[in-house]
């Protein structure tokens, strides 16, 4: 089916308990001034009409350009991909990203005359997509993990009709975590290292295939860094704030983010992903690389969106708050999303409707078999025709 692709600019206005400080206007480097916010969507609108749209939202992408995205359109879908304010994750706030999509959402059904809406959570989308559920449906939220307010209760968020969790991990701060590298004993210098630890030594004291002991222990001394590295991240802001300077930021850099055991041997949380290899290449390469997971971030972004312990966007923990049917559909080998993160997600839904799916040879982007794509589609269109959603 043909459709057209055009742009869409969504402009929302913040509630008044939102937090308006010069970190939120000048460092964060958010769209707009002081209550305005736009965002830069684009608009798939196949030929038939339809009174239900789906929606893709990363916290970092709009997503316009996944090729399950025109696959979808092709297939006489409608589908908004919506960008949140931040081109980076560098100062992101989740919080403000659901207040985005909420925008998004409400653009749609106000402006574009659409009756249903239909949330995508693809890859870091995921926890978004559920996190904005659940505030949608039951908000709580009137603070950032920093303690800057930013009311949610008072957002104003529509509830979606249904989500689609697809190659969806657990959270930002699960796979951040679990990617850590433990042997970084100084977050000043990532050569000093702990050897017991050190996946990527020449001389490595442990070797694959992993004993389940060893990463029990490794997984603890994952848990332990993100911990020190929060610490750290509260006393820094509460200097600042002792000290007047409350409006301001501090960059940081973390190094070793790229160190999860499952990249070395695949038998750790098993799928058909092959060993020294994650989604951005070797793992060892990545680990200190300059586009690894979280390498540059700031006080209030690492509480919101990866600290282990702080972020609300947690993906499972959201997910059992939300009442609408969902799909789950995980990638065979995938390479990013570790296998047990989708199936977490399914668990913790509370209600029975709710499907999973695993698409075998296929890796996160949806790549590796010529059939991945077709059978995603496949997959999405059966569930959104079961509910009445297509």
């Known amino acids: 089916m043909s459709y057209q692709r055009r742009a869409v600019l969504i402009h929302y206005s913040e509630d008044a308990g939102h937090s308006h400080d010069s970190y939120v206007q000048q460092a964060a480097g958010e769209s707009d001034t002081r209550q305005r916010i736009m965002l830069a969507a684009v608009h798939y609108r196949p030929s038939a009409p ?11 992408h709009g997503l316009a350009h996944h090729p399950l995205v025109e696959h979808l359109a092709a297939a006489g879908h409608h589908v908004l991909c919506c960008p949140s304010r931040y081109s980076s994750d560098s100062s992101l706030i989740m919080e403000k990203v659901v207040s985005d999509l909420g925008g ?76 850590l590298d433990p042997a970084v004993v100084d977050e000043r210098d990532p050569s000093v290292r702990d050897p017991r630890w ?43 704030r002792e000290s007047g300077r409350q409006d301001e930021e501090y960059a940081f850099t973390v190094h070793g983010t790229m160190a999860d055991p499952r990249w070395l041997d695949p038998s750790v949380d098993p ?13 060892r390469v990545v680990n200190n690389g300059p586009t690894g997971l979280a390498r540059f971030s700031t006080l209030r972004s690492w509480l919101s969106q990866w600290s282990y312990d702080e972020s609300m966007a947690d993906g499972p923990a959201r997910a059992a708050e939300i009442s609408v ?5 995980a990638m065979g ?27 075998p040879g296929v890796n996160h982007y949806i790549q590796g078999t010529p059939d991945g ?9 059966n569930w959104l025709k079961a509910h009445d959603l297509g």
């Open 271 to 283: 799928n058909e992903r092959r060993a020294n290899w994650c989604y951005q290449g070797d793992p």
């Open 373 to 381: 794509l077709p059978r995603t589609r496949a997959l999405c269109q």
């Open 198 to 240: 050190d996946l990527y030594a020449t001389d490595a004291l442990t070797r694959p295939p992993y004993s389940a002991s060893f990463i029990a222990s490794y997984r603890a001394a994952q848990i332990d860094r993100n911990r020190r590295i929060t610490t750290w991240v509260r006393a820094t802001l509460r200097h600042l």
């Open 50 to 60: 339809s009174d239900t749209v789906i929606v893709f939202m990363h916290p970092m």
């Open 333 to 359: 080998a995938d390479d990013a999303c570790p296998p047990s993160h989708p199936r977490a997600l399914f668990d913790a839904v509370p209600h029975d409707d709710k499907e999973f799916h695993v698409i």
């Open 104 to 179: 998004c959402v409400r653009h749609l059904k106000d402006e574009l005359g659409y009756r249903r809406v239909v949330l995508a959570g693809w890859s870091g989308g995921g926890a978004l997509m559920a996190f904005y559920q659940s505030q949608a449906e039951n908000p709580t939220v009137v603070d950032t993990p920093a303690g800057d307010p930013y009311n949610l209760v008072r957002a104003g968020l529509i509830p979606a009709d249904g989500i689609m969790f697809i190659a969806a991990h657990a959270s930002r701060h699960q796979l951040l975590t679990e990617s």
């Open 325 to 329: 049917p969902v799909l789950v559909i």
